[in-house]
Structures are given as structure tokens and as C-alpha cells.
């Protein structure tokens, strides 16, 4: 590091050239991801908020009330008004809250949690984190997870079943009722990993859509991840993790005895208050209303896509939500060949062509995306 700082103008000089390199979702060619632009109306909150510390909340008490409400909203929006929980970084560490609690809730010697083999792979991070043996039941053929074999790796040591409410690859929602009876029946904790399906599968529902239950309405559900930075239009980093009581974060309660809380319950000390206040702010500017649009959008785009695809006699499967899956004998060269336009898509495990059709993603760019694949089978 220099010894004496540079101008501001030589520093932005050196971030816009940084900046450069980097992808831009307004480009319209990022279908790999489960990110978008935040709202306008969220990088003016964020910034609001810049100094506040949800790590010690008895200093910006009306910056906790805002994560509460949050907390208060997300969970009506999951048949849950009781709920209680944070607003954390993301996914990730919503998912390995949830396990955290179930692990000292069992208390059991060598825990272990059974997930699908589709489940993201967060949950491998939380179980090697916390020392449980994570099991992986097998998929159907519709790609949620075969509730017999659920049935078939639960035994003596399970503290915990993982759900997908919008599976990352594939976007299906695990039979989470089945999952419920089966958690109520060997008093067993129940996580749905909604991170990205939260904000997309109560507004199917509202528009028409078939989905499956997936929420606190079933009784044996016991925590949801449910995540602002993706569909919920909000800023990185805004992950959201609800419990169904209060009950549940003893479990997890640490002493802070210098801070102006005496209990924390989240992993990390220090957290911003801009995420929790501006997940907040879109909750109330977009309301139920707002997402519905978002999501009706991003399906609307979806099918017509999906429809282009099938037209072109690709093996595409038909989408649970904004995120489409398709199949070729040649798919390694017909991904290589969308790089090389700039498309940036992603692949299953199986190694099919993934897409998520966010709200960056636009009709023009659909259109585009079908003239440069036939481009691409042409050749
Ligand atoms: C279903 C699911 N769970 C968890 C995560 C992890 O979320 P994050 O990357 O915000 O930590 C993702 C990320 O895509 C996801 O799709």
C-alpha cells in the first residue's frame, strides 16, 4: 500500500476500469443467473441506511423494527404471521441457520440430514460446517425428490429433511405436504430452501399456475429460506430465514455481553441494516401486486420461450417457474456457441442448458436469443 492516498478522480478512474470488465444484467444476455439489477427505488434506501449494525441492534432500534416488519411481511406472504427470523446475507447462510437449529435441537451423536440430490449445494456447505453426514435421496423423473427414498435414508441419527420450494437447476417444488406428514410423524425438523422459489410460487398461485403447497400452512414445516436478492428485487446482500416460533432460536442463542443486545441468534456479528431496511422498502412500495406483475412477466417470457424451443425440436422441459431446461445431443457446442455470442447460460449436473429468465431478461432478448440458436443448429 502507498504511502500518501490518490485523488478521488484516480480512484473512479481505476473502478470504471475494473467495472469494465465485469457483465452487465441490463445487457439482456445473463440467463444463468438467480440475481437482477436491484429496484431503482433500493439503491436510494441501501445508501440511507449505509452506517446502521442489526449486530447491535440496541443502537439502531428503528432499523430492527424495520427488519422485524420484514420479517412480519415475508412471513404472511408464507402463511405465517407468528414467524420470527432475520434478514441475513443470502441463501446460504439462511440455509445453514436452519440446519444450525435443527442440529442442537435433536442434539443427537453423528446428526444427519437428508436432502434431494438436486439441492443446492449450500446445504453441503452448512452440513460439513456443523458435522452432520448429509444424505442425498434420489429425484424423480419430474426432478423432485422420491418421497420413498426420503422414507428409505431416514433412520436413527436424521435431525433434519431438506425441501426445495424451486430447485436451482430445475426450478420444481418438492412434494413438501408429503415431507411435512413424514416430519410430523418421526418428529423430525422440516427446512424448506425457498431461497428462490419464495418470491415466485404464492404469486403462480394468485396468476393461475398449479403449484404445490410448500409453506408454513403445513404444520411440519419449520423454517423456510426465502431470499430479497433474488426474485424478491432487493439488494446483495439480502438473504431471508423464518422460523415458525420464537421457540425455535434458543437453539441457537449466543451471549453478547458488551453489546446493547445481551443474545445474538445470527452468525454473524456485524450485519447491515441496509439489506433488512431495503427489503423493507419494496415490500411496501411493490406489495403483493408488485411481485405478481414481476413474476407474471418473467413466466410470460418464460413460455414464449419455451415455445420457441419446442418449435425447434429441442428436448425441453416444461417450467415450474422462470427457469427453463433444455437438451441436445450436441449441447457442449451449442453452449460454446452461445458464449461465443455473448449469451451466458449455465448447465445442469446431467449437463443440460439452464436458463433463468429474471426480470433483466427482455422480450427483444428472447427473440434474439432463438435467431442466434437457430443460427448455431443451422451451422
Ligand atoms: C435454492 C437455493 N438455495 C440456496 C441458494 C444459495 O443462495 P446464496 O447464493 O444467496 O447464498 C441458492 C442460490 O442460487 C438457491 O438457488
Request: glycine share 8%.
Amino acid at each position: 500500500m502507498q504511502e500518501d492516498g490518490i485523488s478521488e478522480k484516480e480512484v473512479l478512474k481505476i473502478l470504471g476500469l475494473s467495472r469494465r470488465k465485469d457483465l452487465k444484467y441490463s445487457d439482456g444476455k445473463i440467463l444463468s443467473s438467480m440475481c437482477t439489477m436491484p429496484h431503482i427505488f433500493a439503491r436510494k434506501v441501501y445508501r440511507f441506511f449505509l452506517e446502521t449494525n442489526l449486530g447491535d441492534a440496541g443502537l439502531f432500534k428503528g432499523t430492527k423494527e424495520l427488519e422485524d416488519q420484514s420479517i412480519k411481511l415475508l412471513g404472511s406472504l408464507l402463511s405465517n404471521k407468528d414467524a420470527c427470523g432475520f434478514i441475513v446475507s443470502g441463501g446460504t447462510e439462511a440455509n445453514l441457520m436452519a440446519l444450525w437449529v435443527a442440529r442442537n435441537k435433536a442434539g443427537k451423536e453423528k446428526p444427519e440430514v437428508v436432502v434431494s440430490e438436486g439441492a443446492h449445494f449450500s446445504l453441503e456447505k452448512a452440513s460439513n460446517l456443523l458435522g452432520m453426514k448429509l444424505i442425498k435421496a434420489r429425484n424423480k423423473k419430474d426432478r423432485s425428490v422420491d418421497i420413498n427414498d426420503v422414507k428409505k435414508n431416514i433412520g436413527e441419527k436424521t435431525v433434519a429433511i431438506v425441501a426445495s420450494a424451486g430447485s436451482t437447476e430445475y426450478g420444481t417444488i418438492d412434494d413438501v405436504e408429503a415431507l411435512s406428514e413424514i416430519a410430523l410423524n418421526e418428529g423430525i425438523y422440516l427446512h424448506v430452501d425457498a431461497a428462490f422459489g419464495g418470491f415466485v410460487i404464492p404469486f403462480l398461485r394468485d396468476l393461475g399456475y398449479e403449484v404445490r403447497k410448500f409453506d408454513f400452512s403445513l404444520r411440519g414445516v419449520s423454517s423456510i429460506t426465502i431470499d430479497p436478492h433474488k426474485m424478491g428485487l432487493s439488494v446483495i446482500p439480502s438473504g431471508g430465514i423464518l422460523f415458525r416460533n420464537r421457540e425455535l432460536l434458543k437453539y441457537i442463542e449466543t451471549e453478547a455481553p458488551y453489546l446493547t443486545e445481551k443474545v445474538q441468534h445470527t452468525i454473524l456479528g456485524t450485519r447491515s441494516g441496509a439489506s433488512a431496511a431495503t427489503t423493507f422498502s419494496l415490500l411496501k412500495l411493490l406489495g403483493k401486486k408488485g411481485y405478481r406483475d414481476n413474476v407474471k412477466k418473467c413466466m410470460d417470457r418464460t413460455i414464449l420461450l419455451y415455445n420457441e424451443l419446442k418449435e425447434l425440436g429441442m428436448d425441453v422441459l416444461k417450467p415450474t417457474m422462470n427457469i427453463l431446461v433444455f437438451n441436445h445431443n450436441k449441447a457442449d457446442i451449442i453452449s460454446q456457441k452461445l458464449a461465443e455470442k455473448g449469451w451466458v447460460t449455465s448447465r445442469t449436473r446431467s449437463g443440460e442448458i439452464r436458463l433463468v429468465i429474471m426480470p433483466h431478461i427482455r422480450e427483444e432478448n428472447i427473440i434474439q436469443f432463438i435467431e442466434d440458436l437457430k443460427d448455431i443448429l443451422k451451422r
